[in-house]
């Protein structure tokens, strides 16, 4: 089971990444949101994430194991690649909030419009609206990478720490 969740997994991260990497080319994006691919990659991170987070409850035997117990499972060099993408996550969700203006793009009538919680904001060009959107997709998409990457990591390189200090305690 660990294996297929973290193939869906890796899967999930490669769309994740491919769908991020293009925002930043907004011509050539393929999952703006409100797409089907949109929806999927963000309904997928809950199919490899809460098996992840199960094993790592039963792993751990406690319902919110620490960071640092959580990095523990995973090799020094995944530790790293885990923090380095976390910390890009960060940054790039706050940049996203200074970019969106406060809303979301819209079409209400037949018109480009940034509204927030159903307040029109103001109205945008087609150019603006598309920008908008891409924006909307890159902050989403950041977070995709580190909900895909964890349980890849996990069920592919991922270790019990207490069977390595157990198996090294026997050979000593």
Do not use: C
């Not at 907004?26 to 094993?55: M, Q, R």
């Not at 530790?79 to 940049?95: I, M, P």
């Amino acid at each position: 089971m660990g294996r297929i969740v973290g193939v869906l997994a890796a899967i999930g991260l490669a769309a994740a990444v491919a769908v991020h990497v293009l925002t930043f080319f907004p011509d050539k994006a393929i999952a703006a949101s409100g797409t089907s691919l949109f929806f999927a990659l963000h309904v997928g991170i809950f199919v490899v994430f809460v098996p992840f987070v199960l094993a790592q409850r039963k792993l751990f035997g406690i319902a919110r194991p620490g960071w640092r117990a959580q990095l523990s499972v995973f090799p020094r060099w995944g530790q790293l690649l885990l923090s380095l993408v976390t910390a890009y996550a960060l940054v790039n969700f706050a940049l996203f909030f200074f970019f969106v203006e406060g809303g979301t793009p819209e079409i209400r009538g037949g018109q480009f419009v940034l509204m927030n919680h159903g307040t029109f904001i103001r109205a945008l060009t087609e150019q603006e609206y598309d920008l908008a959107r891409t924006h909307v997709t890159r902050g989403f998409s950041g977070h995709w990478i580190v909900f895909y990457l964890a349980p890849m990591l996990y069920f592919w390189f991922g270790t019990d720490p207490q069977y390595q200090s157990s198996s090294s305690d026997a050979n000593n």
